[in-house]
């Protein structure tokens, strides 16, 4: 199979899994949980499709490319949000401090990435790859951001017994691995040149089709009701730490409401 074609199947691949995840979760009723993920799945199959249909050289394709990006960092940070409310949703003093370290972060993040891009901005640069460059270091800064905030997440539910239920369990996981999949895409192709973008750009979509799948076939309403968390403590060990958790999130809800 040849390059294309393998690019082309994938992207036809990633699009079907994505819809029969959102048909899924709307038949099942999961929607109403996981919305900002529903409608991600629902943007994934107009993304995967579109490339198709235009030029990859026209300025067409430049212009459709900048807001559908956008777009996708946008539901990238609701995703995110989403699923910070559903780890911390009975420590709601946990997850105003995690909303508000993204919204801090990100800003700090997407500044900073901004501004290391100014230097290489000449005068005689076309309006077009001004445009490119400023939503390739948007992109960046809120990628590296989210990629962090997802690793801390996931240290969260590692090192205290936070009583999750499988659905979120998995859908933590997944979206680590989906999201840092596409972000070790990009560094990736900075780090090795353009020579090896190729077979970079197919193992991530190798890996985002993976996910895609697991979402569908695992993601479940019963699902909903098993109930569990990761680590295995010692009773005295595991009320330990959860004491340590209700009261760094009873502070939290004290300093939010002062």
């Known amino acids: 199979m040849s390059?294309?074609?393998?690019?082309?199947?994938?992207?036809?691949a990633s699009g079907v899994f994505a819809a029969l995840t959102a048909g899924k979760l709307f038949h099942t009723g999961l929607y109403t949980r996981y919305r900002a993920f529903f409608w991600y799945m629902l943007f994934r199959v107009f993304?995967?499709?579109w490339p198709s249909l235009v030029d990859i050289k026209s300025d067409l394709y430049a212009y459709i490319w900048g807001p559908t990006e956008l777009i996708s960092l946008i539901l990238y940070i609701l995703v995110v949000l989403e699923l910070c409310r559903l780890v911390l949703e009975k420590h709601k003093g946990l997850y105003t401090?995690?909303?508000?370290?993204?919204?801090?972060?990100m800003a700090i993040s997407v500044a900073l990435s901004i501004l290391s891009l100014?230097?290489?901005i000449k005068p005689n640069m076309s309006q077009r790859s001004k445009y490119l460059g400023y939503i390739i270091a948007t992109d960046r800064g809120v990628t590296f951001c989210m990629a962090i905030f997802l690793i801390l997440m996931l240290f969260l539910i590692n090192r205290y017994p936070v009583r999750l239920s499988r659905n979120v369990i998995l859908h933590a996981a997944l979206?680590?691995?989906?999201?840092?999949?596409?972000?070790l895409d990009m560094i990736l192709a900075r780090v090795f040149g353009l020579p090896h973008y190729a077979a970079i750009d197919t193992g991530r979509m190798i890996v985002s089709c993976l996910c895609l799948l697991s979402w569908f076939l695992f993601l479940s309403p019963k699902g909903e009701e098993t109930e569990g968390h990761i680590p295995v403590f010692r009773p005295e060990h595991e009320e330990r730490l959860l004491y340590q958790l209700n009261a760094i999130n009873t502070t939290m809800l004290k300093i939010s409401r002062n």
């Open 3 to 12: 390059g294309n074609a393998l690019v082309l199947f994938f992207q036809v």
């Open 47 to 49: 993304e995967g499709a």
């Open 97 to 105: 401090l995690g909303r508000w370290a993204i919204y801090f972060g």
């Open 118 to 120: 100014l230097p290489r």
């Open 175 to 183: 979206y680590t691995v989906f999201f840092l999949a596409n972000t």
